[in-house]
């Protein structure tokens, strides 16, 4: 008998070598392949497995989605034929209301621009799903501090298009030109500096918008314009009050 004495980590490296050689000189090699197209169409069959291992986060999601946020008095329809309607008027309230929160020093907001702007939201439960499909994307909300002229420029860019959802001001669109333009109260002033609330979509150029190219400050409020909304919609909800946008004269064209 002897007595053999093994170092417990020689022997792990050696093994463990071993086995790489041993995976790495195989001699097996693929001589057939079967394989099965199938086409996708309307006349393809369910797949039964499959519904089964959905079905559950399926249930959950819808139940969430589903969830009463609050209650709207009207019908707002994303009808974009005039320069002012309930659903654009809701949308940049609100937005600029949850704003405001965090900033108080914002003038106006111009949220989103009419395209941005999804769906109808309906008369009756707002439903987290109607937000959702209301505001499909992640934008997020922006205070920029912009000039006069870039204020100016931002004015003509909404009487052009015919009107846009905007809060904290209001405006006359004449011979597609802004005029009469009164924020906060006052009369505009091409010589003060406004903070103005935007989506980073829209700073960034969206929608061909360009008066958010040189700011002169800017302020990122961590709040995504989804968010906005469905916050406002719950503080209504939650001291009684229910969504009734109002055509209050915003924007008029002559």
């Known amino acids: 008998m002897f007595d053999i004495k093994i170092n417990f980590k020689i022997c792990l490296a050696v093994l463990t070598s071993t086995l790489i050689v041993a995976c790495s000189v195989s001699n097996y090699k693929l001589v057939k392949s079967d394989r099965t197209a199938y086409r996708m169409n309307q006349n393809a069959g369910a797949d039964s497995t499959i519904i089964r291992t959905y079905l559950p986060y399926k249930a959950k999601l819808d139940a969430e989605m589903n969830q009463i946020l609050g209650h709207s008095e009207v019908l707002m329809s994303k009808v974009d034929t005039v320069p002012e309607n309930l659903l654009r008027n809701f949308f940049a309230d609100a937005c600029l209301a949850e704003a405001i929160k965090i900033d108080p020093e914002i003038d106006f907001g111009m949220p989103s621009t009419k395209g941005g702007i999804r769906v109808d939201v309906p008369k009756g439960p707002i439903r987290l799903t109607n937000i959702f499909e209301l505001m499909p994307f992640e934008n997020e909300l922006i205070a920029y501090k912009l000039r006069g ?19 904290g001001f209001s405006m006359k669109i004449k011979a597609n030109k802004p005029v009469d333009v009164v924020i906060k109260g006052k009369p505009f002033d091409i010589t003060k500096n406004y903070w103005v609330l935007t989506s980073d979509y829209i700073a960034g150029g969206g929608d061909r918008v360009e008066s958010f190219k040189d700011p002169l400050d800017k302020k990122l409020l961590n709040l995504r314009v989804r968010d906005a909304l469905i916050n406002y919609v719950k503080e209504n909800e939650a001291v009684g009050k229910s969504i009734n946008p109002k055509i209050d004269g915003r924007i008029i064209k002559n």
């Open 149 to 167: 002229s870039d204020v100016q420029n931002l004015m003509e860019f909404i009487a052009s298009t015919g009107g846009q959802p905007i809060a």
